[in-house]
């Protein structure tokens, strides 16, 4: 345990002035009952992440991967420390505000009775509705202009059921868009993807966030993929935080191989982002 | 892309208003004792402008002391189960869920029974006891309904048989064992009619009946983010675990509304939210005035069958339900399992 036992302290984001989020000491801790001892810690986790940046949280199974996820956008109260997202305290602000800037694509769930994709994208603008919340032309355009950003316009009178795995989670992510936030969470986007579809998925992201200045945060297991295509790495093993930064600094093969329980070999391309390949 | 406006729910629910107004007036003609439509304008007509002493004594005995009370009772109770079904749909997220299904009916019909052997002359009190019956019923359900915390269809369907038989076992040892009480048949309990009126007025009924369709409806946006994903729901602000309590109460008591004045009339809820899913789509805010609007019509529809096919005698409007209704919840069911 010893590398993995080396907690990092906060990496210094290279551009002050433009940080979305900030997680200060933020941990939280899952029980039974109020009494009982916690059944599973996570924190403390230390993070910030700036205007079009990528990250992506790696980690093994149960490692907290989605609980970070899931505090992050206010879904889990901290247990103590504090996140920030443009300032405000994520879990001061009122809900519907902040789903108006914090979006989180969870797994995919399935859908009980047949919907149309605008009918699905438009509920993105729930946060902005009024008391019976028919949506207004505005809504109209936002949901239009969140099903053009990720190429799903064609789609828009089909039904969701009828989608394609690669499709569907483009309409999921529309809906997420149409919220207009300033930051996006993802949770395992790419599960149900072919490999295919899983390149373009990061690849649409990564154009969101050099074009249109989301800030992604993703839960992933790909590690290839996450080193291709995100700018930081958050990587958890049992609730803690072992270590964030580019995914060279962050690819080691003796930290890897302790955190993912396999034979890996890291290899460093040439345009300096690594590469994990599996021992026989 | 066509979002939905109020105007649309306005001219779809003025076109299922028509249709039912339709089935009233068709329901008003037929029976024992013929009257023709103009008549029955006439009559109604007459009534409206205030001219009652000017219709024919036996139009009046026809139209309103026998007939229109019957309708009157029937909109009521088909509007409630729709509504009530379509509201236990999204709570359980269960497309086959409906009250008599999952034993919510047998439930407030037990209430209701149990109301009448300890005070039967206590106004609004069998309302009252037929919501506890249905509230409890349902919690008991979704109880065992679960595997893993998790809400399981087949389990959930499960524990609907076995409440229906439970309870139905229960209503027929509490109506053949305590003679002398004001119950109606078992057969009323378990199979529902519209043929005798409530002691309590009619206008109270229906106060309820808005009160409950109401308020499911003020959750009827939060219900459509609900379907797609409760926790994603919870993150675009909704307020999961109030609208959850308010479609609870709300279906619990449209149940026990009908149960009391009816007994347990099945598959209406089933049957009726279906066809408006495949007519105008799954949004709520529509779904729910056009489920009740239907539901009525159905249920004024049911009683006009059951009433002529063997005429002079009658069939309980609940066998007309059961007849059309167990076939659609078998298409539902295959249908779901591919």
Request: aromatic share 6%; proline share 5%; with cysteine.
């Amino acid at each position: 345990m010893s590398s993995a036992s080396v907690s990092s302290p906060v990496v210094a984001a290279p551009n002050a002035g433009n940080i979305r989020m900030r997680v200060e000491q933020a941990s939280y801790a899952y029980q039974a009952t109020d009494r009982s001892a916690p059944k599973f810690t996570l924190g403390p986790v230390n993070l910030e992440a700036l205007g079009h940046e990528i990250i992506a949280i790696l980690g093994p199974n149960a490692s907290g991967k989605s609980t970070l996820l899931g505090m992050l956008a206010g879904l889990h109260k901290p247990l103590s420390g504090r996140i920030e997202v443009d300032g405000a305290d994520v879990n001061g602000l009122d809900p519907r505000v902040r789903a108006q800037r914090i979006a989180l694509v969870q797994q995919d769930t399935e859908l009980l009775f047949p919907l149309r994709v605008w009918e699905y994208v438009l509920q993105g603008r729930y946060p902005y509705g009024r008391r019976l919340r028919f949506e207004s032309d505005e809504d109209c355009l936002f949901a239009g202009n969140a099903l053009a950003q990720v190429g799903a316009d064609p789609l828009r009178d089909r039904w969701m059921d009828k989608l394609s795995g690669g499709e569907r989670q483009r309409v999921i992510l529309a809906r997420a868009l149409a919220q207009q936030p300033s930051l996006l969470l993802l949770d395992e986007p790419t599960q149900h993807l072919d490999i295919g579809g899983k390149v373009e998925l990061l690849r649409r992201l990564r154009r969101l966030a050099d074009n249109n200045r989301y800030t992604v945060l993703v839960v992933t297991h790909e590690l290839d993929l996450a080193s291709e295509f995100c700018d930081r790495i958050v990587l958890l093993h049992q609730g803690k935080q072992l270590r964030v930064g580019t995914p060279a600094e962050v690819y080691e093969r003796a930290l890897l191989e302790e955190v993912f329980q396999a034979s890996l070999d890291v290899e460093m391309r040439a345009n300096g982002r690594p590469r994990v390949i599996l021992k026989g | 892309m066509r979002p939905l406006t109020p105007r649309r729910v306005l001219w779809v629910c003025l076109g299922l208003g028509i249709l039912l107004f339709g089935a009233v007036v068709i329901s008003l003609r037929m029976g024992a004792y013929p009257i023709s439509i103009p008549d029955i304008v006439m009559t109604l007509v007459n009534r409206f402008i205030g001219r009652s002493n000017e219709i024919p004594p036996d139009f009046w005995n026809v139209v309103y002391e026998i007939r229109l009370p019957r309708i009157a009772l029937g909109i009521l109770v088909g509007a409630s189960l729709s509504t009530a079904g379509a509201g236990f749909q999204a709570l359980l997220r269960n497309p086959l869920a409906d009250p008599y299904v999952l034993g919510v009916s047998s439930g407030a019909g037990l209430g209701a029974i149990i109301s009448l052997a300890l005070a039967p002359r206590t106004p609004g009190l069998i309302q009252f006891a037929a919501f506890l019956g249905a509230a409890i019923t349902i919690g008991v359900v979704y109880y065992l309904g679960q595997r893993g915390g998790q809400i399981d269809s087949p389990t959930l369907l499960l524990a609907g048989i076995v409440a229906v038989s439970f309870l139905s076992a229960v209503i027929m040892f509490l109506t053949t064992s305590l003679p002398g009480h004001e119950f109606r048949s078992m057969e009323f309990w378990l199979m529902g009619d519209l043929a005798t009126q409530p002691s309590v007025n009619l206008h109270w009924l229906y106060l309820l009946l808005i009160l409950g369709v109401g308020s499911i409806y003020t959750t009827s946006s939060d219900l459509n983010l609900i379907l797609t994903g409760e926790q994603e729901a919870r993150h675009l602000g909704v307020n999961v675990d109030r609208v959850k309590i308010v479609v609870y109460v709300a279906a619990s008591l449209l149940t026990g509304l009908a149960v009391s004045v009816s007994g347990a009339i099945g598959y209406v809820g089933l049957i009726v939210p279906h066809l408006m899913r495949m007519l105008f789509g799954s949004d709520y805010r529509l779904l729910i005035p056009t489920s009740a609007l239907a539901g009525a019509t159905l249920i004024v529809l049911a009683d006009l069958l059951a009433r002529v096919v063997v005429a002079p005698t009658e069939l309980p409007v609940g066998a007309m339900t059961a007849l059309v209704g167990a076939p659609v919840f078998i298409y539902l069911l295959r249908r779901r399992a591919r």
